[in-house]
């Protein structure tokens, strides 16, 4: 059976600065994929390239078996993005937002209408059903375009930093979401910055340091019996007993 | 899928008019439906005269993109590129979108002018333009699209924003100097003797032109060239699709790559705090698009004012081009706080530093504008000045740079304009807010700081003593250095002042005035006029330039230099006692207009905000 989500050898250059450096990364189907990584370390490079948002230099991407780069349409219906930064037509409401695009997927208009209808009743954007999307606030416009990513009902999503600027409650909606989508065999990639949470969540997990492959694999052959967290520093060369404050600070 | 596109942009435009935009809507509607008027008009004339006007149709739907910097954007292919859509019907389904709204609408009106036109062709004729206007409307649309398409790709760059600022500059410069074009029609009798051959030949050759050929040829019963004509018209409609998706996909998977000029003044930085925030401004004028776009607008509308009127052979303006560039740059650089958005805050975290904050940026502005103006100046003397002028343009140029970068300082913190925050912003100059009242105060500002100087010359002239005039450039040197120092001063002071409440305004837009009386809520959003009102209030920022300058002061220099020529300045034409007090009145009738412009505004926003605070009470009285 093909991966969900295969990038092999992806490599891009900005100018100068070579971004991502041949990425290789498997993830099999019905697995909650984590990437970690610091800063700048490629992630968001790479999940773009993945799902045909951004030109890599060399190497392919293949979402179950389907090269983005070759079969741009046929990637595209089997995947849910939630991208960085992502545009969005502001001056729609989420609703008018999530029934376009589905009438776009190509669902017919009772179908878009209950589900942008169930998707805003889940992640309680229906309150604000007089709100454009200009004027949403950071986790709002997360969870709006978490909503877009799942109204065609991937196998797979792709997410970039689905938590961020979330609050508790909505966060704890959403985890709940994406594990009853892994329950049901579908398969789930995100990028965080939080260990915690990518340790409770995911079963497998890539560290992304400097452009490369740093580690992957199931969370615990990735861990080798210490804490995630513990392990990706280390991964990364980071020296946390030499980490100090500036001289002058508090002295 | 074109369906749902187009219901999606009406939807968005639903939610997004009201207030100015509608008002602008309709004005520009209304104006846009004379000038289809106007061509309808034309077409009875003559098939030259048509097929230039359609030419200008043409450029006007491919120049407008650049103007705006991207035209409407309401519908992005950035929405759609997670969307498992084929690329040329997404363009198609875009294109289809690009039908909606006021513009194609007027269009459609301008080129039923063919129909007119097919009137003494025959029946033949007449069918042919049935067919050949809705094309030429897609045509227009679908060429402008492609425009956006390559803009989409290049606006985002320095190159874009330079190439939109000369634009920009250009349609000002004839919208000002439009009488020199008036009086070069009279001069080559294009009214009577109808345009060179060469220029007929150009125009109906353009695609513009090839509705008219269908329909001429089928009054001469010429099938051919009609199919040819009709069909080219087709292809290239579908070639410009093509091209159009090919850009789409490129756009929304590639980045742009945000080249880094290599920094100017690193030695400045070393020379303390001015020095240092000097270097840092420098380095934005060159990287920061909107900024970029600002300061070669200046460039290029002193340069392209003072040379439109060569086309008559009149050399006399060339000598003020550096004038024109400092003045120019001070008015678009009036809101050099406002551009760099919240960014103050690094001022209030650090206080002390608001000296060095507002000298570093006139040092920096002088730098940038001065060199430009000083060669312009020279050059331009050398070539269309004589003897006299010398002192006149030297003196002046040294009062207005230092007039400009003492008024930039003042007026930035002063009258601060909200912008669109930096890393929110695209390429579009338009984004650069409403600095328009801004722009034309700062016109008048600068241009009163040249008095003293322009004083002292005249007297010199008067008296004819050279001391005299050679004295105003160290009268100019004198007013521009004293004007900088002590503009500076007062910005320096207030924004050490009320550095928190400018902040707060460039956080909301709202309005907020300490220490005037009447204190509202900081960061209180401006009421929004009902649209007749606004509408007034644009018609009347619009149209009072055309008493003010062409009407009034243009005039009155004319009179002074005893000019004999009229044209289309209406106190000209009048006998003596009556030249002066009309060209007066129309300068008062302009500055009227700029009065009431400023003023409904503000009374309608107090008003509003005294019925609110009076229903306030009342409701507290009954609680």
Not at chain 1, 173 to 178: D, E, K, P, V
Not at chain 2, 376 to 382: E, R, S
Not at chain 2, 540 to 551: A, E, N, S
Request: aromatic residues 8%; charged residues 15%; proline residues 5%.
């Amino acid at each position: 059976m093909a991966a969900a989500l295969e990038l092999d050898g992806l490599g891009k250059r900005f100018g100068p600065k070579i971004a991502v450096d041949h990425v290789s990364l498997s993830v099999p189907p019905g697995s909650f994929y984590g990437l970690v990584g610091p800063n700048g370390a490629g992630k968001t490079t790479s999940l773009s390239m993945a799902v045909g948002l951004l030109r890599p230099d060399t190497g392919h991407a293949r979402v179950f078996g389907v090269d983005v780069w070759d079969d741009p349409i046929g990637a595209r219906a089997r995947v849910g993005v939630l991208p960085d930064g992502l545009a969005l037509p502001e001056r729609l409401t989420g609703r008018e937002l999530l029934t376009y695009l589905g009438r776009l997927r190509g669902l017919d208009r009772a179908t878009a209408a209950a589900r942008a209808g169930e998707l805003l009743e889940i992640l309680e954007l229906d309150q604000a059903e007089r709100t454009l999307v200009i004027d949403y606030s950071t986790g709002m416009r997360k969870k709006i375009g978490l909503a877009t990513a799942m109204l065609h009902g991937p196998r797979l999503l792709v997410l970039d930093e689905p938590f961020e600027a979330v609050d508790p409650v909505s966060a704890l909606t959403i985890r709940a979401m994406l594990k009853s989508f892994v329950a049901g065999g579908g398969s789930v990639v995100l990028s965080s910055h939080v260990m915690a949470l990518v340790e409770q969540l995911c079963d497998h997990v890539a560290v992304i340091d400097k452009g490369r492959v740093a580690a992957a694999g199931p969370l615990d052959e990735v861990r080798d019996g210490r804490s995630l967290e513990d392990r990706f520093v280390e991964l990364v060369g980071a020296d946390v007993d030499d980490m100090k404050g500036p001289s002058w600070l508090a002295s | 899928m074109v369906g749902v596109l187009i219901a999606m942009k009406l939807r968005v435009l639903r939610h997004s008019i009201g207030g100015s935009r509608a008002a602008g809507m309709v004005m520009g509607g209304l104006a846009g439906l004379a000038l289809a008027i106007g061509t309808i008009v034309v077409a009875g004339i003559d098939g030259d005269l048509l097929a230039a006007v359609f030419a200008v149709w043409l450029f006007g739907w491919m120049l407008g993109p650049v103007y705006t910097g991207g035209g409407d954007e309401s519908v992005r292919p950035e929405h759609f590129s997670l969307l498992p859509i084929d690329p040329r019907k997404l363009a198609l389904g875009l294109l289809g979108t690009a039908f909606v709204g006021v513009p194609p609408l007027v269009s459609l009106v301008a080129f039923s002018a063919l129909a007119v036109y097919a009137g003494s062709f025959g029946l033949a004729g007449f069918t042919v333009a049935l067919v050949a206007i809705p094309l030429m409307v897609a045509l227009v649309v679908a060429l402008s699209r492609l425009m956006i398409g390559v803009l989409g790709v290049a606006v985002r760059s320095r190159t874009g924003a330079i190439l939109a600022a000369l634009v920009n500059a250009s349609m000002n410069v004839v919208l000002n100097q439009s009488w020199v074009l008036i009086w070069a029609a009279i001069q080559f009798d294009l009214l009577t003797s109808g345009f060179p051959p060469a220029f007929s030949t150009v125009v109906r050759w353009l695609p513009s032109g090839w509705g008219i050929a269908a329909v001429e040829a089928a009054g001469r019963g010429d099938w051919l060239v009609v199919a040819a004509a009709l069909l080219g018209i087709c292809a290239l409609i579908a070639l410009a699709l093509l091209v159009w998706s090919q850009l789409l996909v490129r756009r929304t998977t590639t980045k742009p790559l945000h080249w880094v000029p290599q920094g100017t003044g690193g030695d400045l930085a070393a020379r303390g705090p001015v020095g240092a925030v000097a270097a840092k401004e420098l380095r934005t004028w060159s990287r920061d698009l909107m900024r970029t776009h600002l300061l070669w607008f200046a460039v290029f509308f002193g340069l392209l004012y003072t040379l439109v009127p060569l086309i008559i052979d009149w050399y006399g303006m060339l000598p003020w081009a550096g004038v024109l560039v400092v003045v120019m740059a001070a008015a678009t650089s009036a809101n050099l706080f406002g551009l760099d958005g919240t960014s103050l805050w690094l001022n209030l975290v650090n206080p002390g530093t608001e000296r060095a904050e507002v000298r570093g940026r006139q040092l920096a502005w002088l730098l940038r504008v001065a060199p430009i103006a000083i060669v312009f100046t020279v050059a331009g003397t050398i070539v269309g000045g004589e003897g006299w002028t010398w002192p006149w343009t030297l003196s002046i140029l040294a009062a207005v740079l230092g007039g400009g970068a003492g008024l930039i300082a003042l007026v930035s913190v002063a009258m601060l304009v909200p912008v669109t925050e930096p890393t929110r912003r695209s390429g579009n100059p338009l984004e650069a807010g409403a600095i328009f009242g801004q722009v034309v105060l700062m016109l008048l500002l600068v241009t009163v700081t040249a008095l003293p100087a322009g004083g002292v010359a005249y007297l010199g002239d008067a008296l004819d003593l050279p001391v005299v005039s050679w004295l105003a450039v160290a009268v100019g040197v004198g007013t521009g250095a004293g004007l900088t120092w002590w503009f500076g001063r007062i910005a320096h002071r207030m924004l050490a002042a009320r550095g928190p409440e400018l902040l707060s305004l460039m956080r909301s837009g709202g309005t907020v005035s300490p220490g005037s009386g009447e204190v509202t809520a900081a960061g209180r959003a401006r009421v929004k006029l009902p649209a007749g009102k606004q509408a007034l209030v644009t018609f009347l920022w619009i149209f009072c330039w055309i008493p003010l300058f062409p009407q009034g002061l243009v005039p009155l220099w004319m009179i002074w230099t005893g000019g004999d020529a009229r044209l289309w300045f209406l106190a000209l034409h009048l006998q003596d006692p009556w030249r002066i007090p009309v060209a007066l009145a129309f300068v008062v009738m302009g500055a009227v207009m700029i009065y009431y412009g400023t003023v409904i505004p503000n009374r309608h926003d107090r008003a509003t905000r005294e019925r609110q605070s009076s229903e306030e009470r009342h409701l507290e009285n009954v609680g």
